[in-house]
């Protein structure tokens, strides 16, 4: 079964208004999730390493404060698109690793399709 | 910088054959590779994950080899069956669970 989910699976909202994406690990804990964006045709890029308790770091060309990113408890992390535009419509994906340093497995939510309008 | 590279971008083979699906990598250095499916319009799915200390992980009709010096992996399917047809993603952890990802190879397998 699923052991990272995520909600919603899919969201079309207006130009401007903020989205919330939720990650969950449903049976073992994360100091650390990963956010992803994949475009139409294209592989998965990282953009953001979420830390339990303290600030997200960011890749190089991704907003800070536009994707707002909050670890709160060691089971969820929330990624919110702030003043959502068109361009900003893709599948987001998180994941989670779960073992050992060098050893672990990540584990993949099923992904949010975003369509902004 | 880590560049990871999937060769071919496209295959589209009759069901029964075995394949080999090509992925390299720039940097050496790193902790794992990972080999993921992806159906369209789904999240990953895990297939192999291969240690840098590893040569080689086989599931099922699955095996994926790693050769770090070179930079390189290969994933082989032995006995391609219709619903092999999907992306398949290779992922370099080269810092700490930060995956770098291949463009994919996109395999259809005809009955």
């Known amino acids: 079964g699923a052991v990272v989910s995520q909600h919603p699976s899919w969201v079309i909202c207006k130009s401007g208004t903020s989205v919330k994406i939720e990650c969950r690990s449903l049976?073992?804990?994360?100091?650390?999730m990963f956010w992803y964006r994949q475009f139409p045709k294209q592989s998965l890029m990282l953009m953001a390493t979420?830390?339990?308790?303290?600030?997200?770091?960011?890749e190089q060309g991704v907003e800070k404060d536009k994707f707002l990113i909050n670890h709160a408890s060691l089971t969820l992390s929330t990624l919110t698109v702030t003043s959502a535009h068109p361009e900003d419509s893709s599948f987001y994906i998180c994941?989670?690793?779960?073992?050992?340093?060098?050893?672990?497995?990540?584990?993949f939510g099923p992904g949010t399709r975003l369509t902004v309008l | 910088k880590q560049e990871v590279t999937q060769i071919p971008a496209a295959l589209s083979v009759p069901e029964g054959e075995n394949l080999v699906l090509n992925c390299s990598f720039t940097?050496?250095?790193?902790?794992?590779l990972q080999w993921f499916r992806q159906d369209p319009g789904k999240g990953l799915t895990s297939l192999l994950l291969?240690?840098?200390?590893?040569r080689e992980q086989t599931s099922g009709r699955l095996n994926a080899s790693l050769d770090k010096s070179s930079g390189r992996s290969t994933l082989y399917i032995a006995a391609s069956q219709p619903g092999d047809s999907a992306t398949y993603l290779c992922?370099?952890?080269?810092?700490?669970?930060?995956?770098?990802f291949g463009q994919g190879t996109e395999l259809s397998v005809k009955p």
């Open positions: 994941s989670a690793p779960r073992g050992g340093l060098g050893a672990h497995t990540q584990y």
């Open positions: 049976d073992f804990q994360a100091t650390t």
């Open positions: 979420s830390n339990e308790g303290s600030k997200a770091t960011y």
């Open positions: 940097d050496s250095a790193i902790y794992n």
């Open positions: 291969i240690q840098s200390s590893q």
């Open positions: 992922a370099v952890d080269s810092q700490g669970g930060k995956l770098i």
